[in-house]
């Protein structure tokens, strides 16, 4: 008989936080070995599955995270974002970042004319 599958809610609610903040940051989990460091990504990659299964809202966001052990402290897991290995390379491209907040437009009617738009441009270019 198959094995019944585990839904989101039958995991420690610290490993969705753990998540979370690993698609936000590089986070780094200490722990006690090697072994427990496997189990633990295991277990990671299990809940993952789980929001996607459930098709929770916003699954898509916990799969741009990467699950790694450091290579040289096997006890040690690493979760962070996968698009920021390509941060630089993007930035350098001029590719713009969703993530970024969109620029305040100026709704007020005084200053927002055309002619008050070419006044503040011939006081910042002197001319």
């Known amino acids: ?3 019944a599958k585990r839904t989101v ?3 420690n609610p610290r490993l969705l936080t753990a998540l979370e903040e690993g698609c936000k940051r590089e986070l780094r989990i200490p722990c006690s070995t090697a072994k427990e460091a496997v189990r633990l990504r295991q277990e990671i990659n299990k809940l993952r ?3 996607r299964a459930e098709n929770k809202p916003g699954w ?3 799969m741009g995270a990467g699950l ?3 290579p040289k402290e ?3 897991i690493l979760i962070k974002p996968k698009a920021s290995e390509y941060k630089l390379a993007l930035d350098a491209a ?5 993530l970024l907040p969109d620029p305040d437009q100026d709704t007020n009617k005084a200053t927002s004319d055309e002619a008050s738009f070419f006044e503040d441009l011939k006081k910042l270019t002197r001319g």
Do not use: N
């Open 9 to 11: 809610s039958s995991f």
């Open 94 to 98: 001029g590719i713009p970042d969703p």
């Open 49 to 51: 599955a789980a929001i």
């Open 74 to 76: 096997p006890d040690v």
């Open 68 to 70: 790694y052990i450091d």
């Open 1 to 3: 008989m198959p094995r």
């Open 60 to 62: 898509h966001h916990y």
